[in-house]
């Protein structure tokens, strides 16, 4: 909360000072998450497990898992995958997942030790290695041609044996939770 208050101090509620009562300040419950996959949460009758991952080195951020009857994992933010946040979401972990819902922010190149994003290349790399059902990619460039780019993701799909696209705005999936 420290970090909070100090960056967005108007998110606090404060006692007002002499002569400004009127001030308000945003009426937030703040739950806090913790970085820990043996620590789920329920939101609005959902459980979610939170999935740290790295987002540019030394920062974590954290993805999430959810669904009873069908699990789907949310990374948005990703630049590394922890060895344990892999294991819970690979087939090999906690089972395999329906969907998984991960960011491919570059199109070209291998991210390097200061990228905070993974790049397409490597996005397919790590869905390899998951082994979801199936996988939507978030997040991408002003660089990406969408048409040419889920052509590609369709032939990949095709030799992978996973059925993988770009997500585009609009886009409604629907799977049982």
């Not at 300040?25 to 939170?50: H, N, R, Y």
């Not at 397919?124 to 082994?131: F, H, N, S, Y």
Request: net charge negative; with cysteine; glycine share 8%.
């Amino acid at each position: 909360m420290d970090s909070i208050s100090r960056r967005f101090p108007y998110l606090i509620e404060q006692k007002p000072e002499d002569g400004d009562e009127d001030a308000q300040a945003a009426k937030i419950d703040w739950k806090i998450i913790e970085d820990d996959v043996d620590k789920p949460f329920v939101a609005s009758g959902l459980e979610f497990m939170p999935l740290p991952v790295m987002h540019g080195e030394g920062y974590i951020c954290l993805g999430f898992l959810f669904g009873r009857r069908s699990k789907v994992a949310y990374l948005s933010d990703v630049s590394r995958f922890l060895p344990k946040t892999e294991h819970v979401i690979s087939k090999s972990g906690a089972g395999q997942l329906d969907l998984l819902i991960l960011e491919a922010n570059t199109l070209h190149g291998v991210g390097d030790s200061f990228s905070a994003h993974l790049t397409l290349s490597e996005s397919l790399d790590a869905i390899k290695r998951i082994r979801p059902k199936g996988a939507l990619l978030i997040g991408m460039g002003h660089f990406f041609e969408h048409q040419r780019e889920n052509q590609m993701l369709a032939e990949w799909s095709i030799r992978e044996g996973i059925p993988v696209q770009l997500a585009h705005d609009g886009l409604r999936i629907f799977i049982d939770l």
